[in-house]
């Protein structure tokens, strides 16, 4: 009997600051300061599949979302930062 139970979906890409960005892109701008982890009450984990803290959130308190493969992205999408066509 085949399995129909669904794949985990996997992170492809992250939506912030009105912008769709590649893992790579959101790891930038984690590292440079644009995104940064709540000031108060932080998680002290998991960290996601890429390193990111999963409570990430820009400099204005937004969060930061996830987009996963499961997603309605059939044919992938262009990061806005890099332009690099994602998965």
């Not at 794949?7 to 912030?16: D, H, K, M």
């Not at 932080?42 to 959130?57: A, I, N, R, V, Y």
């Not at 969060?63 to 996963?68: H, I, K, T």
Request: aromatic share 10%; glycine share 6%.
């Amino acid at each position: 009997m085949p399995d129909r139970r669904r794949p985990n979906p996997s992170i492809i890409g992250y939506a912030f600051n009105a912008a769709l960005c590649c893992p790579n892109c959101t790891i930038y701008a984690f590292s440079t300061g644009e995104l940064r982890r709540p000031i108060l009450p932080p998680k002290l984990e998991p960290l996601d599949q890429h390193g990111l803290p999963e409570d990430m959130c820009n400099t204005y308190d937004e969060p930061v979302n996830p987009v996963f493969s499961t997603d309605d992205y059939p044919d992938g999408f262009t990061c806005d930062e890099c332009g690099e066509l994602q998965p």
